[in-house]
């Protein structure tokens, strides 16, 4: 049995390297919160909760989310003894939502697991792949030239799927130029549930554009108005912000709301979650791959992981480091190659954490013993 006898906590802040632009807000940097577990028999684990600064993708904010890893998951963590990540997991679900936070605790607790067992973090999940296929996702640019330089720049990099963020105003027209300069790749949309259903002439256009998928149409919770616009459309729904737990997948498969999954961690509330939103997914045929939330490098290292996977049969978002910060939080960077990552082979986490960059670039932090 694991018992946990040190948990830490850093919120750590990193410039971005391209200002990065949704419907909502820019992004210049970010804050995320790192997490580290050390056990009674020296075993040591990394997580990251990798929520957005402001509510706009959800509910929780870095803020949120450091007040209730504080005051309510570390109490459970150090008072809970464990044999798999699962049992943890479990014990934390007394927290109800806060999907964001639990996340990085599981994911270091999957990280742990891992060390200890002597094996690599993939390999505990039950990957079978030695490399992830990595696709890139774009923000709002400030015009349509400006896209197609990024898109460009992406592609020679050897991205092998492209995804434009879009947005009312922002949508058909940047997409179609996208299409026309680049035939061959393969593209898809995400709204972030922007759009309602008054927009429907907005869908049907760009279903004539051989999308790969158009992701979150609607709002969250909006399952019979995804249900109804994929019943006219030849292009895959990819459902993100709706599927927050197993029992949202299955109701949205039931009604037919979509026909492919993002599987985020961060969403999900951990590794044991997706791992079982992923087990449904392949049972009922529906292609999954991983989104990201800009991760660090500890969070993008379990992205990696979960994309071996065997039902991640498409392109996931698990870019290089270098596409969003000059210097991560790991002695060394992730690397996409030719549109590939490498998914390592040691044991753990795979990257190993750089705590004395950590420590310089950390604005608050907590130690439990």
Not at 94 to 113: I, P, T
Request: with cysteine; aromatic share 8%; charged share 20%.
């Amino acid at each position: 049995m694991t018992r946990i006898a040190h948990v830490s906590l850093r919120r750590v802040r990193l410039p971005l390297v391209h200002e990065f632009q949704t419907s909502s807000h820019a992004k210049r940097f970010l804050e995320h919160i790192l997490v580290r577990y050390e056990s009674t028999g020296g075993a040591v684990g990394w997580g990251e909760i990798a929520s957005p600064s402001g509510p706009f993708y959800s509910a929780e904010t870095v803020s949120s989310c450091w007040a209730v890893a504080r005051d309510f998951l570390i109490p459970i963590v150090r008072a809970t003894e464990w044999d798999h990540p699962a049992a943890l997991a479990g014990a934390m679900a007394k927290v109800r939502g806060n999907h964001f936070a639990r996340a990085g605790f599981d994911m270091a607790a999957w990280s742990l697991f891992a060390a200890a067992s002597d094996v690599p973090l993939a390999a505990a999940l039950g990957g079978t792949r030695a490399r992830a296929e990595a696709g890139v996702s774009l923000g709002i640019e400030p015009t349509i030239d400006a896209l197609l330089e990024q898109v460009a720049s992406r592609v020679a990099e050897g991205y092998r799927r492209v995804k434009l963020k879009i947005a009312p105003g922002w949508d058909v027209e940047p997409v179609r130029a996208v299409r026309a300069a680049f035939p061959d790749v393969p593209v898809h949309v995400d709204a972030n549930g922007a759009y309602s259903e008054s927009d429907i002439a907005v869908f049907s256009s760009l279903d004539e554009l051989g999308l790969l998928m158009i992701e979150q149409p609607f709002a969250p919770r909006a399952l019979v108005a995804h249900a109804a616009l994929q019943s006219r459309l030849r292009t895959p729904i990819c459902l993100d912000e709706t599927v927050e737990d197993v029992d949202d997948l299955v109701t949205a498969l039931r009604l037919g709301a979509g026909r492919v999954l993002n599987i985020k961690v961060s969403r999900m509330g951990g590794l044991t979650h997706a791992l079982r939103a992923h087990d449904v997914a392949r049972a009922e045929g529906v292609p999954v791959w991983c989104g990201g939330m800009h991760e660090f490098g500890i969070g993008r290292a379990a992205n990696v992981a979960l994309s071996s996977l065997p039902g991640f049969t498409l392109p996931s978002d698990v870019s290089g480091s270098d596409k969003y910060y000059a210097r991560d939080v790991t002695t060394r960077p992730i690397v996409c190659a030719d549109g590939w990552v490498d998914v390592p082979s040691t044991p753990g986490l795979g990257w190993e954490p750089d705590r004395e960059f950590i420590e310089s670039m950390t604005v608050d932090r907590v130690d439990v013993s």
